[in-house]
């Protein structure tokens, strides 16, 4: 069973496609890279980088005994860190619309869960991560 993928689709002269898998998500222990990427898009800055989310994984296991997920950066080489792990309390937890970014580099999304105990799964949280 996979964790999911970050992959590129590239037109061939044929008229077929190439699919290239960048990353193959849940190689650390505990998924601590993240798993599950969300159905949002991901973003690309200027030298390559790509950013993306994921819905479970991180080191924090807040969310009914599971991990919260992750905002992650993919560099040029396929080299994968975790700019944030999402820990279930004020942050939020399961990002999954995707990423938008700003002109400086910030990274603005949403997320399913929140801190808010009155509502039963959460009220979600809007996030900004600056890398």
């Known amino acids: 069973m996979g964790c999911g993928?970050?992959?590129?689709?590239?037109?061939?002269?044929n008229g077929s496609w190439k699919e290239t898998v960048l990353?193959?998500?849940?190689s650390l222990s505990g998924c601590a890279d993240g798993e599950a990427p969300g159905?949002?898009?991901?973003?690309?800055?200027?030298?390559?980088?790509?950013?993306?989310?994921?819905?479970?994984?991180?080191?924090?296991?807040?969310?009914?005994?599971a991990s919260c997920g992750v905002v992650f950066m993919l560099d040029p080489s396929g080299r994968e860190?975790?700019?944030?792990?999402?820990?279930?309390?004020?942050?939020?937890?399961a990002?999954?619309?995707?990423?938008?970014m700003d002109a400086g580099g910030a990274?603005?999304?949403?997320?399913?869960g929140g801190a808010d105990p009155s509502c039963i799964n959460?009220?979600?949280t809007v996030f900004k991560i600056t890398p």
């Open 39 to 65: 159905t949002g898009p991901m973003v690309r800055n200027a030298a390559g980088n790509l950013y993306g989310t994921t819905i479970q994984g991180g080191t924090s296991r807040n969310c009914n005994g």
């Open 122 to 124: 959460g009220c979600g």
């Open 95 to 100: 990002p999954l619309a995707g990423l938008v």
């Open 81 to 93: 860190t975790v700019l944030h792990s999402f820990t279930g309390d004020a942050d939020g937890a």
């Open 23 to 26: 990353y193959a998500f849940c």
């Open 5 to 13: 993928t970050v992959f590129e689709l590239s037109p061939q002269s």
């Open 107 to 112: 990274l603005y999304g949403t997320a399913l």
